[in-house]
């Protein structure tokens, strides 16, 4: 039976935009869907038209130019925002429409001041609204993540009776842990019913660190969507990071999933996000840090060297790093500088490494990270032959 095929739903150019001081130029954003289309996203939410004349005029011209993806456009239960993000994804080839409302008491009392009838009624119109300009409509319950089961159900089954081809559970405020909001999606997939006429679709915030985990959690009960930004940016802790889900689904084959991203342009997508927002990307991230694939510590370094799965399950070639790097420093052994001198073109005696090791660790003491230029010196004064 082959794996279940799961979408990658991209949302860097909105929720990750939404980051202050991370916002784009048109033409820069044209250059990162370019990038994410050849990336291999299914979709991606390009931005919400009815924010601003600039953001309307990015989407339009994004739709204009991806062939291969869906191009979303966000929305409101607003008929005048809905017509607006219509507009501007006219010309897409695959054009989609996510509006939506929040659904849990709190925003339903207290945010938008209103019953649980008026912001069900509300949705349903929203979804009838958009199917009249688009085909692919999908509905966001925000903040479902601390709404009622029972009345996220009644409003999933009826926004889907009303025709949204995709639903989304946004965990807004990052709230759930990933059994709740893995119940949840089950809850939904056993007690809405259409319920398969319809792609479920995750959208997690890490507020707790738990976005990562949640989205898994709920496409291991059932969802076929997941909503994920690069380097997971995002409104305030930030989103799922697309990067960490894709290569949990593919590296735990167990799960039998699939998605369509080619892994290998990973790293090289983190740093174009990276650098177009201004964005400096922790050099512990999962994936795309700097240190990813990076060992210093002299146990770790002796078994990489001797073999590279003994300390790395995933082969740093799969997401676009050309190898794994050996950091030499004080915590560094004898094996570590040996690899480093055979990389450098020298051949050390075994009688030599010893008082090497001695000078290097006095070296390491001194500046922390031993740098190539320095073995240089080190192993020129000595008998070392050149390789």
């Known amino acids: 039976m082959p794996n279940k095929r799961i979408q990658i739903f991209d949302t860097t150019l909105r929720d990750g935009e939404q980051v202050p001081g991370c916002q784009l130029n048109t033409e820069e954003k044209i250059e990162v869907a370019q990038a994410l289309e050849s990336l291999g996203v299914d979709v991606m939410e390009v931005g919400f038209p009815i924010s601003s004349p600039g953001d309307f005029e990015s989407v339009q ?54 019953t649980r009838e008026n912001v069900l009624e509300r949705g349903v ?22 709404t009622d089961n029972e ?9 889907i009776a009303a025709g949204a081809t995709v639903v ?33 679709s995750t959208h997690c915030h890490n507020d707790l660190g738990l976005a990562t985990a949640n989205s898994i959690a709920g496409v291991a009960n059932g969802a076929g969507q997941i909503e994920c930004t690069i380097n997971g940016i995002g409104e305030r802790a930030g989103n799922a990071s697309l990067e960490e889900v894709v ?35 922790q050099p512990n991230k999962a994936i795309v840090g700097a240190n990813a694939f990076a060992h210093s510590s002299g146990i770790h370094q002796d ?31 004898r094996a570590a500088l040996n690899y480093r001198a055979k990389k450098l073109g020298f051949d050390v005696p075994r009688e030599v490494i010893e008082e090497l090791y001695k000078q ?17 010196v080190l192993f020129s004064q000595t008998a070392v032959k050149t390789a």
């Not at 009345?151 to 926004?159: G, K, R, T």
């Open 360 to 376: 290097f660790l006095v070296i390491a003491d001194e500046k922390k990270v031993v740098q190539d230029s320095d073995l240089i």
């Open 247 to 281: 290569m949990i689904l593919r590296q735990h084959s167990d799960l039998k999933f699939d998605t369509g991203i080619n892994t290998k342009c990973l790293k090289s997508m983190s740093e174009l996000v990276s650098t177009k927002m201004r964005m400096p990307v």
């Open 61 to 114: 011209k994004i739709a204009s130019i991806i062939k291969n993806s869906t191009v979303c456009a966000l929305s409101r239960a607003v008929e005048k925002d809905i017509e607006v993000a219509a507009e501007a994804i006219a010309k897409a080839a695959r054009p989609r429409i996510h509006t939506g409302i929040g659904t849990s008491d709190s925003h339903i009392f207290d945010k938008l001041k209103s």
């Open 125 to 146: 119109a929203a979804v009838k609204y958009a199917k009249r300009f688009v085909e692919d409509v999908e509905f966001y319950a925000e903040d479902a993540g601390r």
């Open 303 to 333: 078994g990489v060297i001797k073999s590279r799965e003994t300390y790395e399950i995933i082969d740093p070639l799969e997401v676009g790093v050309d190898e794994s790097s050996i950091v030499l420093t004080a915590r560094s052994g």
């Open 168 to 200: 989304n559970i946004p965990d807004t405020t990052g709230y759930c842990l990933p059994w709740q909001y893995g119940e949840k999606i089950k809850f939904l997939k056993e007690n809405v019913i259409g319920i398969d006429n319809a792609i479920i």
């Open 151 to 159: 009345y996220l159900a009644q409003v999933i089954e009826a926004v």
